[in-house]
């Protein structure tokens, strides 16, 4: 009886283990900017330069890599950095991408009724892909895009 005892803790120490490596493995994965402002350092540290400062909540970003609470992200741009966890959120958006406004149909097709054109650069949140088109959400307004035209859809 006393060995159970001793055995039982360790198997459970184990699965946490095993979570945390699960963490690890999962990476990359898509996240969003939860906050009004946040800095982007070039190290995992609040000692360490800010490279950049957010002032775009809900801009989604990559996560590659994962360090004691931080998070090395790369945004739309192509720009790389270490953010801390707490800014993040694990809530699904997207970056409409390109030089021309995307399209927003009334559904997932090409001839589908046209609701609006969506200008690069805005940000809004992203629903289910399915066929190379993407439920998106812009403030009010909602409809579907193609998945092409969206930085932060499909696998990161």
Do not use: H
């Not at 002032?55 to 801390?84: C, H, S, T, Y």
């Not at 997207?94 to 046209?114: E, I, N, Y």
């Not at 054109?117 to 403030?139: S, T």
Request: charged share 25%.
């Amino acid at each position: 009886m006393l060995t159970r005892l001793f055995i039982l803790p360790a198997i459970a120490v184990l699965g946490i283990a095993a979570q945390a490596s699960a963490q690890e493995a999962k990476t990359p994965y898509w996240a969003s900017i939860r906050a009004g402002e946040v800095n982007m350092r070039v190290g995992p540290a609040e000692d360490y330069q800010i490279a950049w400062v957010y002032r775009r909540p809900q801009l989604p970003v990559k996560v590659l890599r994962l360090k004691d609470g931080w998070r090395l992200v790369q945004d739309p741009d192509g720009a790389k950095g270490w953010m801390n966890q707490r800014f993040l959120t694990r809530q699904r958006t997207a970056f409409v991408s390109g030089k021309t406004p995307a399209d927003m149909r009334q559904a997932g097709d090409d001839g589908a009724r046209l609701l609006w054109r969506i200008a690069p650069g805005n940000v809004g949140l992203l629903g289910d892909c399915d066929a190379g088109w993407c439920q998106f959400e812009l403030g009010k307004r909602k409809g579907f895009v193609q998945q092409s035209r969206l930085w932060g859809a499909g696998e990161p």
